[in-house]
Each structure stands twice: as structure tokens, then as C-alpha cells.
């Protein structure tokens, strides 16, 4: 079956704290994956991809397939970057999305 | 800049009403899709479309419909409300030139008393 799991609901961290936010997947194939990003009163929007292997507001994230994991990793935490945070996967060839559950992503001042 | 908008931010029905939400983007896109947004369960597709007249079954469909008669245009219709589909609605739309990109809408948050 193909399946995304965010094992956290929420995640709260201190400015400046490093942040890892969790994904792992399921899927039998060579899987695209990405990460997207709602902020407060925003709408949802791509944050990065696997493909592009790019750090987007400082954030990166490396797809492991001996794990099936995809974490979203940043160095120093920064208030701004309180959201709520998907990972999603797309099977091959189909434009479909199968997002996780989501991560609340807290940094406290 | 693309944009994708729905016909309303709120709406309050009542059980067994038939319900229309509205999504039009403006970027000339090919696929469109409907998602409900649930705490702790994310987002669920409920259906999509390739193409005009075109429509594809989600992970949860049962109790909608939808219907795509102009490209820019993509309606996702509760046949009769029920109370389990009080949710945020979100539209999106992406172009097959980069189908993994989807542009949101800003969701639609329907409560059914």
C-alpha cells in the first residue's frame, strides 16, 4: 500500500534549536517526495522536492530508501518557520498527491 | 502568479442539503483535484480531473460528486450533507508540464449542523 506517515503531531523547539521533522513512507518503486508548507492564514504550497536535492529557507531533506524515510531537517529553528508541515508522496506518472498526516511545527521565542 | 480561488471561506448547511463548492483557477491548468482537510488524518483526496469533462475517483469519494465543464472550472457537490463531512475543503490545480507542483486554494471550511 502506498502510504505517508508523520509520526509527529507536534513539534516544538527553541529559536535556534536544530528541528527534524519526520516521514516515512511506503511505496514499492522509485517514489517522488516532497515537503509542503501551511503557514498561519496561508495556503498550502510546495516547500522542496527530493529531485531538486535545493535547501529551501534552510531547510533540506534527504531521501533515505534503505529507511523509506524522508526527514525535513534545519539547522537553527526560526519563529518564521512556525507552520504546519506535510510530507507528501507521488506515485509515478499519476500528478497525484498522497499526503501524511501532517507536523505543527512550534518555535518558541 | 497562480492563482486558484474558491466560492466561499465559510459556509454552514444543513444535514441532507445538497452542497456546491466552487474552485476556479486562472493558469489555464489541466488538472485539477479536491481535498478534504481533517486534524490528525491530513489531506484525503476525493477526486481529480485530467481534463475537461474528464473525473477520476479519490481515496474518498463516497457522498460526492464533481463536475468539470470548462477547464478553469472544478465543482465538488455533497449530494445530501451529512454531519462526518463538516471539513476544509481545499481545491488545487497543476499543469502536466509539472504535475508534482500543486497550487492551493485557500479552502473552504464547511460546517454541517
Known amino acids: 500500500a502506498q502510504r505517508v506517515t508523520q509520526p509527529e503531531k507536534l513539534l516544538s523547539v527553541f529559536k535556534g534549536a536544530p528541528v527534524e521533522l519526520k516521514c516515512n513512507y511506503s511505496?514499492?518503486?522509485?517514489?517522488?517526495l516532497f515537503w509542503y508548507v501551511q503557514y498561519s492564514r496561508q495556503r498550502l504550497q510546495l516547500l522542496l522536492r527530493h529531485i531538486s536535492r535545493e535547501s529551501i529557507k534552510g531547510f533540506t531533506a534527504d531521501l533515505n530508501k534503505g529507511e523509506t524515510s524522508f526527514h525535513l531537517k534545519k539547522p537553527f529553528a526560526q519563529e518564521e518557520d512556525s507552520a504546519m508541515y506535510y510530507c507528501a508522496l507521488s506515485p509515478r506518472a499519476t500528478g497525484k498527491l498522497i499526503f501524511g498526516q501532517g507536523t505543527t511545527l512550534q518555535v518558541k521565542p | 502568479d497562480v492563482k486558484v480561488t474558491q466560492s466561499s471561506r465559510y459556509l454552514v448547511k444543513r444535514t441532507g442539503e445538497k452542497v456546491f463548492l466552487e474552485c476556479v483557477q486562472d493558469m489555464d491548468h489541466e488538472n485539477m483535484f479536491w481535498y478534504r482537510q481533517d486534524p490528525g488524518l491530513g489531506l484525503r483526496l476525493i477526486y481529480f480531473?485530467?481534463?475537461?469533462?474528464?473525473?477520476e475517483k479519490g481515496d474518498i469519494p463516497e457522498g460526492y460528486s464533481v463536475s468539470r465543464e470548462k477547464k478553469e472550472r472544478f465543482s465538488l457537490i455533497l449530494e445530501s450533507a451529512s454531519t462526518n463531512q463538516t471539513s476544509m475543503y481545499l481545491c488545487a490545480s497543476s499543469s502536466p508540464l509539472d504535475t508534482y507542483e500543486q497550487y492551493f486554494g485557500p479552502g473552504t471550511r464547511l460546517t454541517v449542523t
Open positions: 511505496y514499492s518503486g522509485s517514489p517522488e
Open positions: 480531473s485530467y481534463d475537461v469533462k474528464m473525473k
